[in-house]
């Protein structure tokens, strides 16, 4: 049976993030060839209607109002709750991120709904819609369903592929006026950590440094081939315990669970807990000193040597061929 | 000031998952306090040294939980509660969870809830926010920094890897991430005040529920490993012409780049 399905996409510095474009396609699983409605909301957000029908929603809903400039998630409940009630959908999709992960249990509480979170895939069986997740941070996954009310789920960005671009599709824009009440949290400030704009939870290339990397200086190499890779850096426990870097880039067990194409993990181990974060990644690389570390074992290519010796090479290498991912 | 804890026993970090009848085996794993958990009951009991007040730690479980409550006395908190649903709940998820606890805390008027920010076994981080709503209160997840002055709060929020500083009210949920506090580890007069300190075990019954009331809204119907994944090649030779063979690997044969 087709079904009308909601999603959200996402604002990150006036551009929409490509796991919005995730959730189109997730949304059309959900849908089969019923319709899909994006949600844009913010201060000004028409101008980026267009992209969303590109990537398959069939019609946009704009809410625009001074309280959504910055996400709270007292103003996005209120908005999205409006569009909701205007729209009575049979299913939503929003991504895993900061944003999804707050914004949709609030979302699901006041709908009394179910919500499957950090879904990595979807499929139909028979009337069923299936969500795998993983479950103790990726050493085990689980299939779900909702059993009551609206299908509603959160995708991890990164694992569901976004459909074609395709410029020539057209669909309607409108815009729902709110009433966006007096907000109880208010954001005073924003402090970008990120310098390459790259985020680890939607990064194509992790570079990711362990206690090999040995001080905070030592994770300039991994910048470096990250800049070159277009990819973002992250860390173990190790390198984040010892001060080498913020817990903000750790992966693991307690940290990020991350799932890129590539991933080259430097004077890393390789815990199990760390192991848990990172290793659904499509292609591991390791590269450590010990040749009986335990990131071998999960990794498709390994160097055994010096992180110091083998990065500026590699960063080298990658610089002269002008590859790009 | 009224302090709560929201939290939950999980697997140990260590631990590794088995499948037995369709089910993650649990009976020969250790148990902790969910690792983000930790460090909210940790700023609770901080909270409560700088503030003053009293902190309650909840969870929802069996009778096992209460080791891990005791755990939390132990570092500092004063009362435990143990909601106890093993008698009235089969499987439930984050909204039945979410459904118990706002009944429980219908008549506490808590200053502030932390909880954190996600449980390392099921991994969905529905319950705070879900709480949140019910009790009609905000909600700040990940948060890493925290000081109160009086009614006023003041957040560091990790929006992945960049910082929002929130400006914010009481009554209030917030979640733990990472780099919050260093939770402490009991002390042994800890750990002998923790046994003497208050215990108090609900069920449903006593929060005016019961169990179909609060049923699930998901079902899992399915548990499964990942494929093992086999270990791949370490290159061989001088270093140059690994990491040239590795270029070569990446752009032809893994097609990454």
Known sequence: MSKKVLVLGEINEGSLRNASFETIAAAKTIAENGEIVAILAGKAVRSLAQEMIHYGADRVVTVEHENLSHYTSDGYTQAITDVIEAEQPEGLVFAHTALGKELAPRLASKLETGLISDVTSIEKQGDDVQFTRPIYSGKAFEKKVITDGVIFATIRPNNIAPLEKDETRTGEVTSLDVEIKDLRTKIKELIRNTTDGVDLSEAKVIIAGGRGVKSEEGFEPLHELADVLGGAVGASRGACDAGYCDYALQIGQTGKVVTPDLYIACGISGAIQHLAGMSNSKTIVAINKDPEANIFNVADYGIVGDLFDVIPLLTQELKALKVGV | ?257
Request: aromatic share 4%.
């Open chain 2, 1 to 257: 000031m009224n302090l709560f804890v929201v939290m939950k026993r999980t697997f140990d970090t260590e631990e590794k998952i088995v499948i037995d009848d369709g089910r993650v085996a649990e009976e020969s794993a250790e148990f902790i306090i969910n690792p983000y958990d930790e460090y909210a009951v940790e700023e609770a009991v901080q909270l409560k040294e700088q503030h003053g007040g009293e902190v309650t730690v909840v969870t929802i479980g069996d009778e096992e939980a209460e080791k891990e409550l005791r755990t939390a006395l132990a570092m500092g908190a004063d009362k435990a509660v143990l909601i106890n649903t093993e008698e009235d709940l089969e499987d439930g998820d984050a909204y039945t969870t979410a459904k118990a606890l706002a009944e429980f805390f219908k008549d506490k008027e808590a200053d502030l809830i932390l909880a954190g920010n996600v449980a390392i076994d099921e991994g969905s981080g529905q319950v705070g926010p879900r709480l949140a709503e019910f009790l009609d209160i905000p909600a700040i997840t990940t948060i890493t920094n925290l000081e109160v002055d009086g009614s006023q709060v003041l957040i560091e929020r990790d929006v992945e890897g960049d910082i929002e500083k929130i400006e914010a009210t009481l009554p209030l949920l917030v979640t733990a991430q990472q780099g919050l506090n260093e939770p402490r580890y009991p002390s042994l007069p800890g750990i002998m005040k923790a046994k003497k300190k208050p215990l108090e075990e609900l069920e449903l019954d006593d929060l005016d529920l019961d169990g179909e009331e609060i049923e699930a809204k998901t079902k899992t119907v399915e548990v499964f490993l990942p494929p093992e994944k086999e270990a791949g090649r370490v290159l061989e030779g001088e270093i140059g012409a690994q990491v040239q063979e590795l270029v070569s690997l990446l752009q032809k044969e893994a097609k990454v780049i």
